[in-house]
């Protein structure tokens, strides 16, 4: 192994154990091995490598034992959707996976939001949408649609569809930059969202359930093709 550049050092160390993590160089249930032969082997302090393991027992990677070693944490069996940002930036093909949760999870909010909003929420919801139409660039469209379905799942008047909205946001965030093909154009991309908006304020839980399905559909197709 090279020895790793002065500069930022922890956070060198933490990203290159990170990734031989999660490409499986230390595999699931296996514990690193012993700290001196890891930190000569990068070349670091032993404090220095401490830092990086208390980051990556903080991220859910890792578990240390006092007298028997660090271990590789069984992320996929027993981590949350707290780990997705950081799977993401290893292996964008995660965003597939999350696609599908998304289009599933959000054509339920809908449905959801249609049955329980209130009229108050109807006007946010309305105002929101009007924001998307307005916004000047293309990050600015994709921060307002993503308002537009944050005020959704408070509709549902259930939290955790309100938390697993923003898990999902925050999923592909690493990647947000490539995935702006549906918001380049502020109209565009508001009419391809009113129709959730129509359906859930007008209470149509069916057609709010339809509705949001088509749209996350198809932005869904077009970001894929931005990522590609």
Known sequence: ME???RETIVD??????REDILAGRHPAGSYLPPERRLADGYGVTRTTLKHAFGRLVQAGLLETRHGVGTKVR???RLGGADLLPMLVRHDATWVREIFEVRRSIGALIAERAAARATRKQHAELR????AVREAESPDDVQLADVEVHRALARATGNRVYALLTNTLFNAYLPVRAALRGPFTDPGAAYHRLAPVVEAVTS???????AAADAYLGETERIMLE???
């Open 3 to 5: 020895a790793l550049p």
């Open 12 to 17: 060198t160390l933490e990203a290159r154990l």
């Open 226 to 228: 931005g990522l590609r």
């Open 203 to 209: 209470g149509d839980a069916r057609g709010a359930h």
């Open 127 to 130: 105002a929101l949408l009007d």
């Open 74 to 76: 069984d992320y996929a």
